[in-house]
């Protein structure tokens, strides 16, 4: 029988109970067309619902041809077997496809009479939803699954569930065995890379001790330039100063004695003084004319010089995004090569400056002379007193001119100041940021640092967890070997009670056997003491009351007393306190059944990835010390003379040899 899968998913479904509000669920559909050769060729199409939440919801339907054929006539069908399985699976998919809109176009309704869905028959519903009417295209009727069905279906469930944790589990080994060499790789990239940081570190250190010294020679070399160059240009300015001085003396006493002589003429000329005064005005028309274009010209000089240091800003600022921290070196000299530009064409202003200087000294022998032609006019026309008055106003210019040079002067010395200054704190704003960037390195080697540890911290923690998990399978194992050397030894000890009688030997002891009667009695008495028969091998380790004493002529035996982690000395003195009497710590056995009630066999095997306990040596899994026969009498302590007990460093109350 083949069968092939059409269709799996979850399909949101619209419960209807009788009685009962509607609600939504979630179900899986699985559609599957199953083919049967045997005896006649035949195909079925096996419809089953299911819930992931509920593993006891299960509907199945089952239609063959003939079923169909029926179908088609009572519903309506126009599709053909063949083709009937896509149809439904289309008209499933368009249930999907509408499930997020506020009103779904097709809807699937679980419609039961019963009032809960339970062992009861269902129908399935397809249902096309317009305003006008609800339309059922499809209407399945599906039954419970019985108990033999729903036991293959959580079957088939687990064995998918056991699959996918297997899968799952190779995948954990494959992520791990991925995650450790991982590990190593990444702990001998970061060994490497440790390396590589000290080598870095060396020599950027050696390198910014040599730039330190290069720079600190390079400033104290230019400070000194700077200093002579200002000590010259004031020599110059005092000089010059004294020059004009003497000259201002001297054109002062010209001009007085000029002034004593033209106050006599200055009367008769008084008329002509008018003409004289329009004259002027017209000059001075011309000579705010050209004033005004001299300060246009200063203006459009700052504004140039505004635009060059905006200009040079940003382009230092473009050539710091570009180089960053690899090309600081290369940028600091280029920034020495762009000082000594500077000085150069600080150079270059000051022989602008005095070429300007020139030039207007020559101005002013050509306003001399015009002057002159002046005072020839005036002289023609017998205005001395105007002329005066010209040449007077004519040096007052001069003298003002002198003075606005002065000026300039002094604002080119101090822009040179500032232009010092500005470069000695762009020096230090980079040496500030090699002492960031020396910062940042020590806060990343602290971070490697931290990382180091964390890995480090993990690894420990791994290899901890790996000893915990080895220590608690090797206790595992120990319990298991102990528990199986207290069952054989009990049941030697039992085998050998019950077949020995109560003799006396040649030596003065006294040897006890048991009867069944006797072994009656000692079941009874471990019913009577509150423990239901059959003992399960956890009664090893529980504390259990005293006995009732046995009537007995030569002696008064005390019932078995087993305490909870107790030493080894105790587990020997409890089973040779009297033989024929039943122990606690033993694994009994069921007389009556023949069934043994220690662990099995195969949580007893020795592994061979066990490993030894601490603080427990081999003299404890010795037979040795667990006696095996009962027929002598021994002393409360069966500890061997002169051998210490050690605790062990797993189980507190246990001691070893």
């Known amino acids: 029988m083949?069968?092939?899968?059409?269709?799996?998913?979850?399909?949101?479904?619209?419960?209807?109970?009788?009685?009962?509000?509607?609600?939504?669920?979630?179900?899986?559909?699985?559609?599957?067309?199953?083919?049967?050769?045997?005896?006649?060729?035949?195909?079925?199409?096996?419809?089953?619902?299911?819930?992931?939440?509920?593993p006891f919801f299960l509907y199945n339907l089952v239609i063959s041809e003939e079923d169909f054929q029926s179908l088609k006539c009572q519903q309506g069908l126009l599709v053909d077997f063949s083709s009937f399985p896509q149809r439904f699976v289309d008209l499933l998919q368009q249930c999907i496809q509408e499930q997020n809109k506020d009103t779904p176009r097709f809807l699937l309704q679980l419609v039961s009479s019963?009032?809960?869905?339970?062992?009861?028959?269902?129908?399935?519903?397809v249902v096309e939803t317009n305003p006008f009417k609800h339309l059922t295209h499809l209407s399945l009727k599906f039954l419970p699954g019985n108990d033999a069905e729903i036991k293959k279906f959580l079957a088939i469930c687990l064995k998918c569930i056991k699959e996918e944790k297997s899968l799952l589990e190779q995948k954990l080994k494959k992520t791990e065995d991925d995650l450790t060499r991982q590990?190593?790789?990444?702990?001998?990239?970061?060994?490497?890379k440790s390396r590589e940081l000290d080598k870095l570190r060396s020599e950027w250190t050696s390198h910014t001790t040599m730039l330190t010294n290069k720079h600190s020679q390079e400033l104290t070399n230019e400070k000194e330039k700077a200093l002579q160059v200002q000590t010259q240009y004031q020599q110059q300015h005092e000089q010059?100063?004294?020059?004009?001085?003497?000259?201002?003396?001297?054109?002062?006493?010209?001009?007085?004695?000029?002034?004593?002589?033209?106050?006599i003429a200055n009367k008769d000329l008084t008329e002509r003084r008018y003409k004289g005064d329009s004259t002027i005005r017209e000059l001075k028309a011309k000579l705010s004319g050209i004033e005004d274009e001299c300060q246009r010209a200063k203006q459009e000089v700052l504004s140039l010089r505004r635009e060059n240091t905006t200009l040079d800003?940003?382009?230092?600022?473009?050539?710091?995004?570009?180089?960053?921290?690899?090309?600081r070196v290369a940028v600091l000299e280029q920034e020495i090569k762009d000082k000594?530009?500077?000085?150069?064409?600080?150079?270059?202003?000051?022989?602008?400056?005095?070429?300007?200087?020139?030039?207007?000294?020559?101005?002013?022998?050509?306003?001399q002379v015009h002057i002159e032609k002046l005072e020839a006019t005036i002289k023609s026309l017998s205005a001395e007193l105007l002329k005066a008055n010209e040449i007077i106003k004519k040096l007052?210019?001069?003298?003002?001119?002198?003075?606005?040079?002065?000026?300039?002067?002094?604002t080119v010395t101090i822009q040179q100041e500032k232009l010092l200054a500005e470069k000695e704190?762009?020096?230090?704003?980079?040496?500030?940021?090699?002492?960031?960037?020396?910062?940042?390195?020590?806060?990343?080697?602290?971070?490697?640092?931290?990382?180091?540890?964390?890995l480090e911290s993990t690894v420990q923690k791994l290899e901890e967890s790996k000893q915990l998990l080895k220590t608690n399978e090797n206790v595992i194992t120990w319990l298991n070997k102990q528990l199986n050397e207290i069952q054989t030894a009990r049941k030697q000890e039992i085998l050998g009670t019950s077949t020995i009688p109560l003799t006396h030997s040649s030596n003065g002891t006294i040897r006890t056997g048991t009867s069944p009667h006797n072994m009656l009695d000692n079941r009874l008495r471990f019913t009577s003491s509150g423990i239901s028969y059959p003992i399960s091998p956890v009664c090893a380790f529980q504390n259990f009351p005293e006995t009732a004493p046995v009537k007995s002529a030569n002696q008064q035996v005390s019932g078995p007393k087993v305490q909870f982690n107790m030493q080894l000395s105790k587990t020997n003195k409890s089973s040779d306190i009297q033989p024929g009497f039943p122990t606690a710590t033993g694994h009994l056995t069921n007389m009556e059944n023949g069934e043994n009630l220690g662990l099995e066999l195969k949580y007893l095997k020795k592994r061979e990835d066990s490993i030894p306990l601490r603080g427990l040596s081999q003299n404890t899994f010795n037979s040795s010390e667990y006696p095996k026969s009962s027929t002598s009498t021994k002393t409360p302590t069966s500890s061997k003379p002169g051998v210490q007990s050690t605790a062990s460093a797993y189980f507190p109350g246990l001691q070893t040899s």
Not at 30 to 38: K, V
Not at 313 to 327: D, F, V
């Open 396 to 410: 007052q210019g001069d003298f003002k001119t002198l003075m606005s040079k002065l000026k300039l002067k002094n």
């Open 425 to 454: 704190e762009k020096l230090q704003k980079e040496q500030r940021e090699l002492q960031e960037t020396g910062q940042s390195l020590r806060v990343k080697e602290q971070e490697v640092c931290k990382l180091q540890e964390q």
């Open 313 to 327: 800003a940003e382009c230092h600022e473009k050539e710091k995004h570009i180089n960053q921290l690899q090309t």
């Open 240 to 263: 010059q100063k004294k020059e004009l001085e003497s000259l201002h003396q001297k054109s002062i006493q010209q001009l007085q004695n000029r002034l004593s002589e033209l106050e």
């Open 183 to 192: 590990l190593s790789y990444t702990q001998q990239s970061l060994s490497e």
């Open 114 to 125: 019963a009032s809960v869905l339970d062992h009861t028959p269902a129908f399935l519903n």
């Open 2 to 54: 083949a069968a092939e899968s059409l269709f799996g998913r979850l399909v949101p479904v619209q419960v209807k109970c009788q009685g009962c509000e509607d609600r939504r669920i979630n179900v899986r559909v699985r559609i599957e067309l199953q083919s049967t050769s045997n005896p006649v060729h035949k195909k079925d199409l096996v419809v089953q619902l299911t819930d992931d939440t509920d």
């Open 340 to 367: 000594d530009q500077l000085i150069i064409r600080t150079k270059e202003v000051l022989d602008a400056t005095q070429q300007q200087k020139v030039i207007l000294e020559e101005n002013t022998e050509k306003k």
